[in-house]
Every structure is written in structure tokens, then in C-alpha cells.
């Protein structure tokens, strides 16, 4: 499992409160500039404190300012973090002031935090959720990387960093921390996946990337494409018929839950590379397309961070891997194909290939798990992002509950979702005059013809879609990632699980 993480992740360990006497530093600080005993300790001269006086720094949440070689002291470094108003931090909160902290250690190795706030408690919950920023803001991929350049962002890592956590509880932290180390694992899995070539991670090497999840204890079943021909997946072997490489579906399953119980199930888009065949994209930003399985990532980094924290639920994971290229064997606007669920579909365009992929994906793992709900996640459009730009994923379901349930779950990680509409009007934009429905709709509403799309294979079970195409490839930078690959959808499905479907 080691090759799936990256190799130079920073080692945390969690120690009572006292003052290091070595290192980079860093202490916490409330609003107006307030520090607790524990931080002042480190600063016996005050040289901090007058620096902070100096530099205006107030310490609201996410706000720095340091002193180099500080006198009096013999640590190399002093930071002091904003912590902002005490009463108002909770997980998102503490998860970014460990990034931040994170981030002002700059390439230190010997890393001290000081985890204590003037006039309020802080928790093993709390020190858990700033250990997770640390870990999801170390995160870089450069194992392609051979020379050192002169950029300290791209520099790759001599050494892996220590952090030492000082808090009021270390062994309660270190507890805590063992479920929130394992969804930052599966966060770094899923940015892993996604930030690789395309010619090093094509759907045989993803579903070899998969079967190593039974390591943590996922059930891994790979279908080739011989056996999804007899389950008669026409829609995505559609797709992948253009493309040397082969096609897989990729199921995992955790059974943490109680015997029998009805499984929830995720199903992720994972085409490798997006072409987007005949109907080929323009050249600009072509590159890109090698994060079109954003979806399959954060099924499957989800999938991990379920089995590592030893989830009280029984869940489903399921992938469709495929490769979208044109050559003379590929799909060509105007087919009709079947899909396993035996409706006929005409592709009218062969860009729009993720549906074909995600419907037969869908249809599987309802008809052979009948699960209580299924949520899919797709890099499905570009309109979702012309809707709600990249800041929000859009969220269409035929569930209520369901829906309200993602959507706190994405407030509460900060892995947030606007919820789009659907309905007849929209629906009767997809059908076909030769076939039982085209896989475009139009110009106008696209996210939302291609969420009427999936809706006509997932029948009565409760179902939520996720276009994550602005959230999950080149979506801002946050002070828990710096990475192009987010990794979203892994946390938010984390705590959707965790809040709602655990015995």
C-alpha cells in the first residue's frame, strides 16, 4: 500500500505541553494578539509578542508572523498562528491552521507546534483536525522530479519533517488522530491518482492501484472486458473500444457494518484520458484531461479511508475504468449502442462519454447490491462550472434526505455542493428519434441534461450525482492544498458516512 501514498510524508507525534528548546516553533494565538502560558514559555524575552505589536498581526484565523533567530531563545524560528475568536473554531477551522502551520514551517524538518489557547480548551478532536491540515498541506507530487531547482514550492523534499504536536492530552490526541490520519490517506490517495500521466496510469495499472486496497481490507472484484461483454455493458465498452487499452470495472467492498446489512454504494466516472474521441477536444488544455477519473479517485481514496478508520458500515465502491481515444475501431457520432439496463442510446457526441461509462457503472451496482443509496461522482461538465464556477460541486438528486444530508456534510468539510434542479422539462431534452435517448441534450443546461442522463438508469433507489468538474482538477489552492488534484469528495463522503450510516 506504501506506492499508492507519497514517500516523503512528515511523521507526526503528539507530547505533553512544554517548550522545545530546538527548531521551528510554532504557537497559537487567540484574537487581539493573545497567547496562552504554554506559548509564552517560548518566548521568554517576548521578542514575539513585540513582533506581532510591530507587524499588526491581531491573530485572526490563518494570519502569521514570525521571528528569525529570535533573542533570547534558542530555537531557530518563531511563528505565531491566528487562531481567531476561540469560540468560533471547529473542524474546517482547525484543520487550516494546520495547514497554515504547515506552510509557515516552510522546508524545516524539526517542527514544533504549541497547541493551546489562552482561555479555551482544546481537544483531542481539535489537535486531530489541525494534524490532518499539516498532512493534507504537506502533500506534493514531485516523484517525477530529478533536479533540484531553485523554487522552494517545487523543490522535491531531502527529508521527510517531524512535527511535534504539544497539547494537553497527547494520548487522547494520538487516538484521535488515527481516524483523521486515515481519511487525509485516502484525500492524498485520490490527489495521487489524479495528478498521474496518463501514460503511466491507464485503466489496468488504476485497477492494479485498486487491488491493493486489500491491504487495509477492501474486498477488490476486477471485471475485464470479456466480462462485462456478458453482462452486456455496451454503453461503456463504447467508449473504450477506440483505446488500445482495455477497459475495467473495478468493485470494492467494506463490510464494517452489521451482517446483512443493505450497503451504501459510490460509483465513480474514471476515464483515464479524455479524447474526447471523433468528437475530439480542441488541443488547449487536452492535458488536463488525465484528471477526467477525478470521480474513480475519490471512490476509491474513500474506499481506504473507510477500511483504515474500520467504518461501521457496509459499503460499495465501484469504478468504470475506461481510456477515451479515436483510432478505426473508435465510436463514431451517430452509433447506437445498449446499455446493460437494455435502453438504447445514441451518441450523438462522442466528448460526452462519462454517462456511457457511469450509467452501466450505475445500473450494475443497483441491480447486483441493491443498495439503500447510490452517490456518483463525475468530472462530467464543463457547464457545472459555468454554473457554479469552482468553488461549489453540483449536486443533483432524487432524494431529499439524501441530499440534505450531502449538503451538511459538505459544510461541514468544506468540500461544499450547490444542489441543481431536474425534472421533465429537462428530461424530455435527451430523447432520441432513434433510439431511446441521446447522450446530449443541447446547448443550453448541460450539467443538467447529463444529470437527467444518469437519472434514467438508478430507478427508485435513493440517488445523488456530484459533478465535481471544478472541484476535483485545477481548483483553487486552499491552505490544506496546494496540489492541482484536490482529492475532492474523499472527506465529504467520509463525514456523510460517519454522521448518517454507522451503527
Not at 531553485?150 to 521527510?160: C, L, V
Not at 474521441?277 to 488541443?283: C, D, F, R
Not at 481506504?304 to 463514431?332: C, F, P, T, Y
Not at 427508485?460 to 483553487?476: E, K, N, Q
Request: aromatic share 6%.
Amino acid at each position: 500500500m506504501q506506492d499508492l501514498l507519497m514517500a516523503l510524508r512528515p511523521t507526526i507525534r503528539f507530547a505533553p505541553l512544554d517548550c522545545p528548546q530546538t527548531g521551528t516553533v510554532l504557537v497559537l494565538a487567540g484574537e487581539g494578539a493573545t497567547f496562552s502560558e504554554a506559548a509564552k514559555s517560548c518566548d521568554p524575552s517576548g521578542v514575539l509578542t513585540r513582533a506581532a505589536k510591530i507587524a499588526e498581526f491581531e491573530g485572526k484565523l490563518a494570519s502569521t508572523v514570525e521571528v528569525i533567530a529570535p533573542e533570547g531563545a534558542s530555537v531557530d524560528r518563531l511563528v505565531a498562528i491566528g487562531a481567531g475568536k476561540t469560540d468560533k473554531l471547529d473542524e474546517i477551522a482547525w484543520s487550516r491552521i494546520g495547514g497554515v502551520a504547515m506552510a509557515a514551517a516552510r522546508r524545516a524538518t524539526e517542527i514544533v507546534v504549541i497547541a493551546d489557547l489562552p482561555d479555551a480548551s482544546v481537544s483531542a478532536a481539535d489537535i486531530a483536525g489541525l494534524a490532518q491540515g499539516v498532512l493534507l498541506r504537506s502533500y506534493t507530487f514531485d516523484k517525477y522530479k530529478t533536479k533540484k531547482t531553485d523554487d522552494a514550492e517545487s523543490k522535491p523534499a531531502d527529508k521527510a519533517a517531524t512535527i511535534t504536536i504539544h497539547c494537553a492530552d497527547p494520548a487522547a490526541a494520538e487516538q484521535a488522530f488515527t481516524s483523521a490520519q486515515a481519511v487525509a490517506d485516502g484525500v492524498i490517495l485520490a490527489r495521487d491518482l489524479v495528478n498521474e500521466p496518463a501514460n503511466l496510469l491507464g485503466p489496468v495499472e488504476f485497477a492494479d492501484k485498486i487491488q491493493a486496497l486489500s491491504e487495509v481490507g477492501v474486498e477488490v472484484e476486477i471485471l475485464t472486458e470479456t466480462e462485462m461483454t456478458k453482462l452486456g455493458m455496451g454503453a461503456l465498452l463504447g467508449v473504450a473500444q477506440g483505446s488500445v487499452r482495455p477497459p475495467r470495472l473495478a468493485i470494492m467492498r467494506w463490510n464494517g457494518g452489521a451482517e446483512g446489512e443493505q450497503p451504501v454504494a459510490f460509483i465513480g466516472k474514471g476515464v483515464t484520458f479524455d479524447s474526447g474521441g471523433i468528437s475530439i477536444k480542441p488541443a488547449a488544455g487536452m492535458e488536463d484531461m488525465k484528471g477526467d477519473m477525478g470521480g474513480a479517485a475519490a471512490v476509491t481514496g474513500l474506499m481506504h479511508a473507510l477500511a483504515a478508520r474500520k467504518s461501521k458500515a457496509n459499503v460499495i465502491g465501484i469504478v468504470g475504468l475506461v481510456e477515451n481515444m479515436l483510432d478505426g475501431n473508435a465510436q463514431r457520432p451517430g452509433d447506437i449502442v445498449t446499455s446493460m439496463s437494455g435502453q438504447t442510446i445514441e451518441v450523438l457526441n462522442t466528448d460526452a462519454e462519462g454517462r456511457l461509462v457511469l450509467c452501466d457503472a450505475l445500473w450494475y451496482a443497483k441491480e447486483t447490491y441493491k443498495p439503500r443509496f447510490m452517490v456518483n461522482l463525475a468530472t462530467l461538465t464543463g457547464a457545472i462550472m459555468v454554473a457554479l464556477g469552482q468553488h461549489h460541486a453540483g449536486l443533483f438528486s432524487n432524494n431529499d434526505e439524501l441530499s440534505e444530508r450531502l449538503t451538511a456534510a459538505g459544510l461541514a468539510t468544506a468540500e461544499k455542493l450547490w444542489r441543481m434542479p431536474l425534472g421533465p422539462e429537462y428530461d424530455k431534452l435527451i430523447d432520441s428519434k432513434n433510439a431511446d435517448m441521446k447522450n446530449i441534450g443541447g446547448r443550453f443546461g448541460g450539467a443538467i441534461t447529463a444529470a437527467q442522463f444518469l437519472q434514467r438508469f438508478v430507478g427508485d433507489t435513493p440517488w445523488a450525482h456530484l459533478d465535481i468538474a471544478g472541484t476535483a482538477m485545477g481548483s483553487p489552492a486552499t491552505d490544506i492544498s496546494q496540489s492541482w488534484a484536490s482529492g475532492f469528495g474523499v472527506r465529504l463522503l467520509d463525514r456523510l458516512v460517519r454522521d448518517n450510516y454507522e451503527a
